[in-house]
């Protein structure tokens, strides 16, 4: 008897793996590892009361059960699917998004990518304030900042944009 019902992650990495009969290759398509993938069909089977899945020649295979909670998905992911398609048929995106960057950096790029920006996307508004600072540790109220250096930040993705020197 089922547990409790089951979840929709659970469901999509079943859709993932029957896909690719592979614990590894599902885990790589949806950015987990396989011990993850291995965690969710475990709840998924338990929510569902049964075995979802069985070891083939081939890999994993969908059992009765796993071919319906399978069926389950694929409505899930279209679901999904035709949400995102309305969305970008119609609904406008309405945010700010609040840069911090050296003057030069302000001026050169980030001024005139605000301009395309608003142009494809005029409920998005850019606000740039210039810094001549090291990366803010807290962040508080940015969404990018700009920095020359190393930065040193806690909860935040870092990536190198470019070399700098100066003429």
């Given at each position: 008897?089922?547990?409790?019902?089951?979840?929709?992650?659970?469901?999509?990495?079943?859709?993932?793996?029957?896909?690719?009969?592979?614990?590894?290759?599902?885990?790589?398509?949806l950015g987990l590892n396989h011990t993850t993938v291995a965690r969710r069909i475990e709840s998924l089977e338990k929510a569902l009361g049964g075995r979802a899945?069985?070891?083939?020649?081939?890999?994993?295979?969908?059992?009765?059960?796993?071919?319906?909670?399978?069926?389950?998905?694929?409505?899930?992911?279209?679901?999904?699917?035709?949400?995102?398609?309305?969305?970008?048929?119609?609904?406008?995106?309405?945010?700010?998004?609040?840069?911090?960057?050296?003057?030069?950096?302000?001026?050169?790029?980030?001024?005139?990518?605000?301009?395309?920006?608003?142009?494809?996307?005029?409920?998005?508004?850019?606000?740039?304030?210039?810094?001549?600072?090291?990366?803010?540790?807290?962040?508080?109220?940015?969404?990018i900042e700009i920095v020359v250096g190393e930065p040193h930040v806690h909860r935040a993705e870092a990536m190198r944009l470019a070399d700098y020197r100066l003429?």
């Amino acid at each position: 008897m089922p547990s409790t019902s089951p979840s929709s992650d659970d469901l999509l990495v079943l859709l993932a793996v029957g896909r690719t009969g592979r614990f590894t290759t599902a885990a790589d398509s949806l950015g987990l590892n396989h011990t993850t993938v291995a965690r969710r069909i475990e709840s998924l089977e338990k929510a569902l009361g049964g075995r979802a899945l069985a070891r083939g020649s081939g890999g994993w295979e969908l059992t009765d059960l796993g071919r319906r909670a399978f069926a389950a998905a694929e409505q899930i992911e279209a679901a999904v699917r035709d949400l995102g398609a309305d969305a970008r048929d119609g609904v406008s995106i309405n945010d700010v998004v609040r840069i911090s960057a050296t003057d030069g950096f302000s001026a050169l790029l980030a001024a005139p990518a605000a301009v395309a920006v608003r142009t494809r996307h005029p409920g998005i508004g850019v606000e740039i304030v210039t810094a001549t600072r090291l990366a803010s540790h807290t962040r508080t109220g940015l969404d990018i900042e700009i920095v020359v250096g190393e930065p040193h930040v806690h909860r935040a993705e870092a990536m190198r944009l470019a070399d700098y020197r100066l003429p």
